[in-house]
């Protein structure tokens, strides 16, 4: 087996007694990407020189005795964190050549931490999107099939993990692109609470919904990264001052007694068949490993996507209202003056879904409408929040599929949004209420298409989480299969 198939913890394990370097580790995940790059597109960039000097200065430390948690272990950023001096494009023409005069915060951690970056990973423009087809630098593939996407927004975060192209990476999740991607390619995803990882550094979409978070291939890799991303920066106004447990110490628990609630609106009509029975499957690995399952209710599930798809555009509008060619990134060559640059700027800077998302963000908070709209969004997502909160005064966790079908075919959605916001019906949820989820492969599909199951908690029960998907991921015994490229 590869050096590039292994986890954090393997090979951390085989860098401590020196059965292998990590530029070793480097080279192997670069040679990987040399055989499958081609095909999957996970990357919009690679920093393979960077990452082999960060390697050889990692050996170096090695020798001294100085290793941490990430030393040596190749990572994939999702091309939305700004890296100093690294190109950072948010996958749009607009910031096509932006480099950034500063590290986000997680970049700086997990350099503090000993990580190796292998490049900036493919997104749809701006994370909007559940396919990577928005991206400026063409789609990337799923190396399950790679006729069918990815998922998205992180869908080359997604793919360099399950392609082996990195060892983990970095994704952001806004209504589900951590999660559904996930899903979507095999691996294991997390999306924290709000307030718990830094996002000083992750360009904007919508402020009240980002959340940055790891992909990894098991779960305790998921602990291992969380570790290293959780926690207070004063840099950020929203994120939280609370005590960051070892996320470690809840791999390999049992979960005897344990209330897991099943919410009936997530299992619903117009759910693919085995996506369905994947997840019904996986409430009996649940049961067998000392879970109560319990039916519950989240009534009002059904206004999520419309919440959503107000407020997340709404706030991108105002988000997005600063790239007008004047600072940085694209500007338009052939303008006559200060206004027609900033038109043409904007018309030939963003694809066509940011625009309809800015055209829809600033209808919704229009006067005049923004009562009707934007107000009554965030008094929809009140309740939203409170069903959870009533939900975990009687349950531990909550199960639910994390995606109500497995990935699709590229094209196939393109050409109607509505469907395509029907991706992320499962996940948006978590981000209106700002509570943590994560997703864990759970089998495949006739074709061998992966299926993923979701889990939920409370605010800042990340803990929980990587318990209730490590009980899970032992007892499922799910087959570990390669995608064959
Ligand atoms: N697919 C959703 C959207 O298009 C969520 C994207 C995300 O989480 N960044 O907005």
Redesign the pocket.
Known sequence: MGLDQLTINELQEKLKNGEVSATQITQSVFSRIDAVEDKVHSYILLMKEEALAAAAQADKNIKKGDIKSLTGIPIALKDIVCTKGITTTCGSHILHNFIPPYNATVVEKLSQAGAIFVGKANMDEF????STETSYFGPTRNPWDLKRIPG??SGGSATAVAADECIASIG??????IRQPAALCGVVGMKPTYGRVSRFGLIA?ASSLDQIGPFTKDVQDCAIMMNVLAGYDPKESTSVNAEVPDYRQFIGRDIKGWKVGIPKEYFIEGIDAEVNAAAKKAIKVIEQSGGQCMDINLPHTQYCVAVYYII?PAEASSNLARYDGVKYGFRSAEVRDLLEMYKTTRQQGFGAEVKRRIMIGTYALSAGYYDAYYKKASQVRALIKKDFEEAFKICDVILTPTTPTPAFKIGEKTNNPLQMYL??IFTISANLAGIPGISVPCGFTKRGLPIGVQFLAGHFEEGKLIQVASAYEKNAKIEKRRPAL
């Open positions: 994370a909007m999107g559940s998205g927004s952001s999740d806004t209504g589900g692109s979409f997340a991706s992320d």
